[in-house]
C-alpha cells in the first residue's frame, strides 16, 4: 500500500472541525449596530413554511381587467421572483375567473418582526424587462418592456426540415426600429435578454429583423417554451399588482419542532459515533470523522455557505433527503469497515488489509450511490423550478419533492468527498503511527 504521510490525518481532521463548527455557526461580526455575515450558519437558513410557516397574499392587477394570458404571465414572474430568492417551497394559485392570484412563500431566514406586508413587497413590484447587447447585465440596453407588444409560443418547421418548439416574439413600431437597427450591428452575437437581475435567455442574432417579428429557437419544449413567453410577456405588462389580502401562515409542525428536531440530531449523533467506535473501533473514529464532514458540507450546501451553491428552503422532505443520504454515508464507511476486518483476519499484513479492504468496497458503494444520485437528479430536474411536471401533480407536491431531491443529491456528493475519499486518506495516514498498528484497533486479532 502506497503510504500516505502521517500529518495527513490533522490535517484533514482540523479542515473537516473548521468547516463543521463554521457551517454549523456561521461566522459574524459588526459594524456598529449592523450584524455583519461573513460565512453563513444553520440560523441563516430559510425553512420552509411546514416548519417555520409563512405569508399568504392575493394579488391583483392594479386599475384594470386582465386576460388569461396576462394572468400566466404574472404567475411566471411571480415563480421567477421566488426562486431568484432561493425560495423553492412555495405554492402559487391563479384565478382566471376573478383575476386573483394567491401566492404562500416561507418567512426570510432572518425575520424577527414576522410582517407579512414587508414580505409581499419585492413580489408586487412591477418587473423591469431588457434586452442587452451581449450577455453581461451591464451590457447595451437595446430594448424595454414598453417596446414589446407580446411573446408567445409556437411549433414550427426550421429550414433543416426538424420539428421545433420556438418563443414569437412581436415588438410595437418604436420597438422594430430599435430592434432593426440592434439585428444589423449585432449580427452573428449575442442579445440577452434580462428580467430584473436575472437573465432568462441569450440567443444569437442569425438575421437582422425589420419587420419587428422575431423568433427565438433553441432547445425548447413544449413548458419551456411557453414558460420564456409568459416571463417576457410578465416584463411586458403596462400595470402593476396590488395586494388583495394578506395572512400568516402558522407551522405545521409548532413553534418548538425546530428545537426537537436539534436535539435529535444530537442524540442520534452520540448513538452513530458510539456505535461505530465499539463494533469498528479506530475505522469507526474515522467514519465519525467523516460523517461529520459529510454533515458539514451538506448544512454548508443548504445555507448559502458555499458562493456556488445559493441558499436552500429547508422543508421537512428536504430533511428527509439529508437524514437517508447520513444513513448512506454511515453504511459505506460500515462496507469498508468490514471489508478490512475480513482481510485481517485472514492473517496478512496491515497494509494489505487496508489497501485490499478499501479497493474492495469502493465498488460496492460506487455503484450504490450512483444509482441514488441519478434519482435525485431526475427529481430536481423534473419537479424543480421549472416545474415540467406541476400541471399533473400540482405546485405544492412540486416544490416538496424538489426539496427531498436537492437535498439527497448534496449529501451523496458530500459522502463521495468525505466518506470515500477524506476517511480513507485519513486512515491510510494514521496507520502509519507504529503505536497504532495494532490489528485489534481495526477489528482483527492482536498483533504477535
Not at 179 to 202: E, G, Q, R, V, Y
Not at 225 to 253: D, H, M, Q, R, W
Not at 288 to 304: E, K, N, T
Amino acid at each position: 500500500m502506497k503510504r500516505i504521510g502521517k500529518p495527513v490525518f490533522f490535517i484533514v481532521f482540523v479542515i473537516i472541525l473548521a468547516l463543521a463548527y463554521t457551517s454549523i455557526f456561521g461566522v459574524y461580526g459588526e459594524n456598529g449596530d449592523f450584524k455583519i455575515t461573513y460565512i453563513k450558519g444553520i440560523n441563516d437558513i430559510r425553512w420552509g413554511i411546514d416548519i417555520n410557516g409563512g405569508v399568504e397574499a392575493v394579488f391583483a392587477p392594479d386599475g384594470r381587467d386582465a386576460t388569461d394570458e396576462e394572468m400566466e404571465s404574472v404567475k411566471a414572474i411571480l415563480e421567477l421572483r421566488l426562486v431568484n430568492q432561493n425560495v423553492t417551497d412555495y405554492e402559487i394559485y391563479p384565478d382566471y375567473t376573478n383575476d386573483r392570484i394567491t401566492v404562500r412563500f416561507p418567512w426570510k431566514s432572518d425575520e424577527t418582526n414576522y410582517d407579512p406586508d414587508n414580505a409581499i413587497k419585492e413580489l408586487s413590484a412591477t418587473a423591469s424587462l431588457a434586452f442587452r447587447q451581449g450577455t453581461d447585465q451591464d451590457g447595451e440596453l437595446i430594448l424595454e418592456g414598453k417596446d414589446v407588444k407580446r411573446a408567445y409560443s409556437n411549433y414550427q418547421t426550421s429550414s433543416n426540415g426538424l420539428h421545433q418548439h420556438v418563443v414569437m416574439l412581436e415588438l410595437n413600431d418604436e420597438g422594430k426600429t430599435k430592434f432593426a437597427d440592434a439585428t444589423k450591428a449585432n449580427l452573428s452575437k449575442t442579445i440577452s435578454i434580462w428580467m430584473d437581475d436575472t437573465c432568462i435567455s441569450a440567443p444569437t442574432v442569425s438575421n437582422v429583423i425589420t419587420d419587428g417579428v422575431a423568433v427565438i429557437s433553441g432547445d425548447f419544449d413544449a413548458a419551456s417554451a411557453a414558460k420564456l413567453a409568459n416571463t417576457i410577456n410578465a416584463g411586458a405588462l403596462p400595470f402593476g399588482l396590488k395586494v388583495e389580502s394578506y395572512s400568516t401562515i402558522s407551522p405545521s409542525l409548532g413553534n418548538s419542532a425546530l428545537e426537537a428536531m436539534g436535539y435529535a440530531a444530537i442524540a442520534a449523533m452520540i448513538l452513530i459515533f458510539l456505535f461505530m467506535l465499539i463494533m469498528y473501533r479506530l475505522p469507526g473514529f474515522i467514519a465519525f470523522v467523516a460523517l461529520l464532514g459529510q454533515m458539514a458540507i451538506s448544512i454548508a450546501a443548504i445555507s448559502g455557505y458555499f458562493p456556488v451553491f445559493p441558499s436552500f428552503t429547508m422543508t421537512i422532505p428536504g430533511i428527509a433527503g439529508l437524514i437517508l443520504s447520513i444513513g448512506m454515508g454511515v453504511d459505506a464507511n460500515i462496507i469498508t469497515a468490514e471489508r478490512i476486518k475480513d482481510e485481517l483476519w485472514t492473517g496478512k499484513t496491515l497494509d494489505g488489509c487496508i489497501r485490499n479492504g478499501t479497493k474492495g468496497s469502493f465498488s460496492a458503494i460506487f455503484d450504490g450511490n450512483i444509482t441514488v444520485i441519478i434519482v435525485a437528479v431526475i427529481l430536481i430536474l423534473v419537479f424543480g423550478p421549472a416545474n415540467i411536471f406541476s400541471a399533473i401533480f400540482g405546485v405544492s407536491t412540486t416544490g416538496l419533492i424538489y426539496a427531498f431531491g436537492y437535498t439527497l443529491l448534496i449529501g451523496v456528493i458530500s459522502n463521495f468527498i468525505m466518506g470515500v475519499g477524506a476517511s480513507r486518506l485519513m486512515l491510510k495516514s494514521i496507520s502509519g503511527y507504529k503505536f497504532l498498528r495494532n490489528k485489534r484497533l481495526y477489528g482483527g486479532k492482536k498483533s504477535s
